[in-house]
């Protein structure tokens, strides 16, 4: 019997932490035999409320880690300020005692905080791909559903922690036992790491012009360095005048508009999502000046990013 440890960050994602027990009840439930078993830990020993304020208590303390096979981080939203040294100098102890840990949703943010992840290949939920980047730089962030490194395994949270253990359960006893586990869940399929851990850009934005599309992606992918019109156009292979009209049509915005708008989206999760310094956030972004940055900010959402940071610590 494999036993797993789930430790709780406070606001972590209850969708996160059902879709990697979930599998583990119903794979005994199919087998009829007790293939796993898990515990819920909190640091401090008291129950830990997530996200949506459901309450969880430990069954587990932390010093009774040794007896575990796996032992998983599952965080949310609190995650970029959490833990302290002694909770760090814990983690990176208790990674060395359990043969294989790992994260699901934000907790891989913590492991690299605790030095975990040098050498490693993780993921993490896609909404802090961009602020993990810049704040652990030394780590390779792959943005995939899920990821298995050696004895290391994290995933993107939400639904992907489902595909991530129904994948082990696949390996560990067969495909078909997997796939009953399932179906009792109506999963159609699991799906390969690989799969898209975001919604497609059409299907976020409703849009289906191919070069409208091609014009967003190029965007997107220069927003530490902004390319003018005419570069954007002919990346997506169209005139800036054709752009234009697209922009306007689907937007009603122009294209220097829509691409000042996905910058400041950037600043806007980086101030929530890390604790890079602003100056360090606008050049990350393309703004080559904090004055320059904090009026383009307050115009859009009425704050300085100043200001919008110290809300969110407040909160």
């Known amino acids: 019997m494999r036993r797993f440890g789930f430790l709780l960050v406070p606001g972590f994602s209850m969708l996160s932490l059902a879709a990697a027990v979930e599998p583990l009840r119903m794979a005994n439930a199919q087998a009829k035999e007790d293939l796993y078993s898990w515990d819920f830990?909190?640091?401090?020993?008291?129950?830990?409320?997530?996200?949506?304020?459901?309450?969880?208590?430990?069954?587990?303390?932390?010093?009774?880690?040794?007896?575990?096979?796996?032992?998983?981080?599952?965080?949310?939203?609190?995650?970029?300020?959490?833990?302290?040294?002694?909770?760090?100098?814990?983690?990176?102890?208790?990674?060395?005692?359990?043969?294989?840990?790992?994260?699901?949703?934000?907790?891989?943010?913590?492991?690299?905080?605790?030095?975990?992840?040098?050498?490693?290949?993780?993921?993490?939920?896609?909404?802090?791909?961009?602020?993990?980047?810049?704040?652990?730089?030394?780590?390779?962030?792959?943005?995939?559903?899920?990821?298995?490194?050696?004895?290391?395994?994290?995933?993107?949270?939400?639904?992907?922690?489902?595909?991530?253990?129904?994948?082990?359960?696949?390996?560990?006893?067969?495909?078909?036992?997997?796939?009953?586990?399932?179906?009792?869940?109506?999963?159609?399929?699991?799906?390969?790491?690989?799969?898209?851990?975001?919604?497609?850009?059409?299907?976020?934005?409703?849009?289906?012009?191919?070069?409208?599309?091609?014009?967003?992606?190029?965007?997107?992918?220069?927003?530490?360095?902004?390319?003018a019109s005419a570069q954007v156009a002919d990346r997506a292979n169209m005139s800036v005048r054709q752009m234009e009209r697209l922009f306007q049509q689907h937007f009603q915005q122009t294209p220097n508009q829509f691409y000042m708008h996905i910058r400041l989206e950037k600043v806007q999760h980086l101030l929530h999502q890390s604790d890079m310094n602003i100056t360090a956030i606008g050049t990350a972004c393309g703004f080559t000046s904090v004055s320059y940055l904090a009026r383009c900010y307050k115009q859009k959402y009425a704050l300085t990013p100043s200001q919008e940071r110290l809300q969110t610590r407040s909160r």
């Open 41 to 227: 830990i909190s640091w401090t020993g008291a129950p830990v409320l997530a996200s949506n304020h459901m309450s969880t208590a430990a069954t587990l303390s932390v010093e009774q880690i040794k007896d575990l096979d796996v032992l998983l981080l599952v965080a949310g939203v609190k995650v970029v300020d959490y833990g302290d040294e002694a909770f760090f100098n814990w983690l990176r102890s208790a990674c060395r005692r359990v043969p294989v840990f790992g994260a699901t949703s934000t907790g891989s943010w913590l492991l690299a905080k605790a030095r975990l992840l040098k050498g490693r290949t993780c993921t993490i939920h896609w909404e802090y791909v961009d602020a993990f980047k810049e704040q652990f730089s030394g780590v390779n962030m792959s943005g995939e559903l899920y990821e298995i490194d050696g004895n290391m395994i994290t995933c993107s949270g939400g639904s992907a922690g489902m595909d991530m253990m129904l994948h082990l359960i696949a390996g560990e006893h067969d495909y078909e036992l997997a796939m009953l586990v399932a179906e009792q869940y109506m999963h159609p399929a699991i799906r390969p790491a690989h799969d898209d851990a975001r919604m497609k850009l059409q299907s976020r934005l409703n849009i289906n012009n191919s070069r409208l599309v091609k014009a967003v992606e190029v965007m997107q992918t220069h927003l530490d360095q902004p390319l």
